[in-house]
């Protein structure tokens, strides 16, 4: 008959601001792969093309992680565990 009232309040306070905070970023990441496909098709060097396609890359690996990030917390929003 422990009070975790407290503790559950913080506890979603934090899980809410990592959810805004993975949301914008995948916002940004989203935007930033927009505009390094428009940088791609203006490369001229295929050097430049080469740190382009690593940019886009590192994005998407970036954007795989915040994707994984907000699946993982959805079930930490559920008022009742589930089996």
Sequence with gaps: G??????YKDFTE???????LARA???????????????????KTEEEKDAIKTQKLNATFALR???????????????TPKD
């Design 25 to 43: 970023m995948i916002k940004k990441l989203t935007q930033g792969m927009a505009d390094q496909n428009k940088a791609l098709a203006a490369a």
């Design 65 to 79: 992680a915040c994707n994984n990030i907000l699946a993982m917390t959805q079930p930490l929003n559920a008022k």
């Design 2 to 7: 422990e009070d975790f009232s407290e503790q």
């Design 14 to 20: 934090r899980l809410s601001t990592v959810e805004d």
